[in-house]
Every structure is written in C-alpha cells, then in structure tokens.
C-alpha cells in the first residue's frame, strides 16, 4: 500500500464514521455498532471502497494498544494487586473449564484429539478491545465486573504464548520441546515484571524532568513514546502489543502524572481505536454470512451461553452479587 493510497483510505473509514455515529448516538446505541456496520459498507464485501486493509489493521492495532494503556492507568496498580489473587483465580479456572468444554464439543461433533483442542483454544479467548471499550464507554472500569472481565482477558492474552507453540504439534508438525515452552512461559513472566518494575520506577523520574521543562509538545510525544514504546518490546519478546501497553498503564497509575498523559492520548486513542473497529467490519464476509445464517446464529448462542455460564458460576463462587456475576459473564 503506497502512501498516498492509505490516505485516501483513512479518509473514507473517518469520512464515512461520521453520519454513522452520529445516527447510532442519535437513537442510543453503541458507536461500536456503528463503526462495525461502517467497516461492512466501505469494505471488500460491501461497496468495495477498500480492498487492501493491511495498512488499516497496523492502525487498528496502534489504537487497542492506546486504549489498554489508558485503561491500565485508570484503573490503579495498588487497587489491581489488591484483588490480584481473585483475578488469578477467575482467569484461570475460565480458561480450563473453557478449554474442556470446547474439546468435549469437538469430540462430541467427531473432530479428531487435535482438532478439539484447537477448538478448546479458540473457545477460550474474547475480544480485549471489544470489551475494554464498552467497559469505557459506560465508565466501568473500576467496577467489580469490569475489574474481574480485564483480568480475565489479560490472563487469556498471556495465554495465547503457549497456545501458539503447541498449534504445530496439533498440525502434525515439528515444534518446540517442552523445555522451549517452560522457557517461553518464563520469559513472559520475567518481560511483565521487569516492564511494571521500569515505568514504576525510572519512567515517572523521566516524565517529571519533561513537565519542569513545561513544554507540552515533549510531553506530548514523550506520552506516546512511553506507550508504543513498551508495546513494542512486549510484542518483540512474543507478548502482544496490547498486554504490554496495559501494563504500562497500570504501572504508571500511581503517579502524579495521570491526568496529563490521559489527556495526551486521548485524542490519538480515540481515531486510531475507531479505525480498528471499522477495519473489524470490513473483514466481515457478508457471502459467508448470508449462506449460514442458522449455522452462525446457532454457534455463536452457544458460544456466548457456554462463557457466560462459565464466568457466571465462577465469580458467584467468590462471593459476588447476582448483577456482578451477570454482567461478568455477559462481558
């Protein structure tokens, strides 16, 4: 994709968002619904606007990352690892239970072992971004259901390292030893530690020389450096963009400079995350769809009722109310 082609087609994707938002907004709903739709009018199924979105999807990638990091900054280090145990728990016993249920559903359709496991492992995760933006859409981060869904995708995101190293062995191909694994699972623990210990301690000190020299500009770059910055490192090391951008954020959210690198990103976060959920329709294949329609309604019921059961039942073991552990397990 030349330059100037991905111009014309970011003015499309924002020209086009414009009256489609403002009609969802116009009749109370969400602005995800409308970037959605937009994405399947413009894209390669719809009027053929964009076809190439490879460009598309590297923004929409830049736009979950600002949107975990301002996410992880809001919601408070010290209030995260308060609860951390019941995260880990949550996060945990979702992704087990998840995983048998998909194996045993493709057992139970006469899928081979390798198949089943790869559904268990598709079965498991959600979307971060679609759900850390209705959690700020609604202001519900720091809610007790918006606490447990973001720990329960940061433990899917973490997940995905070992997933990915055993889908060669599901292949029938050659892959890494379980040493490799050990390793791999090691390593990201270590990448997660040493990036909360370094924009605990170093970042603020750098940050706080750029606010006495009160240049916003510096300030301003500085903010997305910090963010793209460590998200890089983390995918780099085999993470994804956006678990590294979210730890950023929380580390960072018990200094004194919340408030001004929020403000900082806001702007970028929030054209780059409506590329991302255009680009999300545009991938939407509307020929696929209309030939399955009772295949993909029935799937995804069954999908969205086996997680939410799953979620349901395990933060009602913890002792939440009835509304926490709904809304959990809607989300």
Same mark, same amino acid.
């Given at each position: ?6 111009? %014309?087609?970011?003015? $499309? ?141 940061? /433990? ?10 055993? $889908? ?20 990201? =623990?270590? $990448? ?66 919340? %408030? ?11 054209? /780059?995350?409506?590329?991302?959920? =255009? ?23 069954? $999908? ?7 979620? /349901? ?19």
């Amino acid at each position: 994709m030349n330059g100037l082609n991905f111009f %014309h087609q970011l003015i $499309i994707i924002l020209g086009f968002s414009i009256p489609v938002i403002y009609i969802f907004n116009k009749i109370k709903l969400p602005s995800i619904i409308g970037f959605l739709i937009t994405g399947i009018i413009i894209g390669p199924f719809g009027l053929k606007l964009i076809h190439d979105i490879a460009g598309i999807q590297l923004m929409a990638e830049i736009g979950v990352a600002f949107l975990l990091f301002t996410i992880g900054i809001e919601i408070r280090l010290s209030r995260f690892l308060k609860h951390l145990s019941e995260i880990l728990l949550t996060g945990g016993l979702q992704i087990l239970f998840t995983f048998f249920v998909g194996m045993i559903i493709g057992l139970t359709v006469q899928l081979s072992i390798s198949q089943s496991i790869f559904i268990g492992f598709i079965l498991v995760h959600s979307s971060s971004a679609l759900i850390l933006k209705i959690l700020k859409d609604r202001d519900d981060e720091a809610s007790p259901q918006g606490r447990i869904s973001i720990g329960v995708i940061l /433990f899917q995101d973490m997940m995905v390292v070992p997933m990915m190293l055993l $889908i060669p062995f599901l292949a029938g191909e050659s892959g890494p030893d379980a040493l490799m694994i050990i390793w791999k699972l090691v390593k990201s =623990v270590l $990448i997660i530690v040493f990036i909360l210990v370094a924009a605990r301690y170093v970042i603020p000190r750098v940050l706080e020389r750029l606010v006495n020299m009160n240049m916003r500009d510096v300030l301003v770059i500085a903010s997305v450096v910090i963010t793209m910055g460590i998200a890089g490192i983390t995918e780099s090391l085999g993470l994804s963009l956006a678990i590294g951008a979210f730890l950023a954020g929380m580390a960072l959210s018990d200094t004194d400079f919340t %408030h001004q690198i929020i403000s900082n990103i806001s702007p970028f976060r929030d054209v /780059f995350l409506s590329v991302f959920f =255009v680009a999300f329709g545009m991938i939407l294949n509307l020929d696929f769809l209309r030939e399955n329609p009772d295949y993909i309604i029935l799937i995804s019921l069954i $999908i969205i009722g086996i997680k939410a059961t799953i979620v /349901f039942g395990l933060v009602k073991l913890l002792k939440y109310p009835l509304r926490v552990a709904l809304l959990s397990g809607v989300l």
